[in-house]
């Protein structure tokens, strides 16, 4: 199976599998709009580079991607609530998300705060009920989502973001620092789950963990060149917001040819690591393919 067709094969099956996670049944008929509106958002597509992280790096350990389904879908779940409440008029106060209404404009404010709760916690439920994963794998693997998106992880470094805005004297060193919460959390939680799923040992999990803040910084980095190259049309979201909320990127630091180089210097320090895993042929690609998705 060639990259494209793989990144493919593993987005449509998470798609199906996340579908079975959050049905609409006899049980939960009453919270019929609060699913509609979970799945509203985990419906609207991108790559799932996130669950694609988690089967490629258990694969990359020997192990059988089917093993982590429950991780994949889980932190799908975690990263869709945390764009649900990024696009909120108190957060973003953005009105499309790939390039449908954000799930408050669709749904209603308070609906979309609900549906982003619920987002957060349905995870913790579906790992602790998989039937892949030992009582072992299952402890460790919450222990490293439930950090990665919480106060040490991404939503502390989204609440590092906000008190940026109000700052003039924000640095690389701050950037760097919010961006490994913000972004590189969830991207270290996928890595290493996808590593405990394959019973992998404690050297590969680091070098996963390494690897994931490298990419995580990268994608980031992009990210703010995108919101000034590209447009809403390509991203399927606003562009310029972060002008507009007055936020310090690397590209109102350096600028973009800078933030370019930056970016590509960190994404080869990312490939270097990679060599520390045998099959990691895939996961080159995609690490390369994160980095010139816009250029």
Sequence with gaps: MNFNDKMKFYAEYTQKKLGEYNRIDNDTIRQRTLIEAMNYSLEAGGKRIRPVLVYAFCEACGGDYKKVTAPACAIEMIHTFSLIHDDLPAMDNDDFRRGKPSCHKRFGEAEAILAGDALSILPFEIIANDN??????????????ANASGKSGMVGGQMIDIENERLSDVDEENLRNMYKGKTGALIMASCVMGCIGAGADDFHIKKAEEYAYKLGLAFQIVDDILDVTSSSDILGKPVGSDEQENKTTFVTLYGVEKAKKIASEITNQALDILESFN??????????????RSF
């Design 132 to 145: 892949e994963l030992s009582a072992g794998e299952k402890v460790k693997i919450i222990s490293v989502l």
């Design 279 to 292: 099959d990691n042929e895939f996961l080159k690609k995609l690490t390369e393919m994160l980095l010139i």
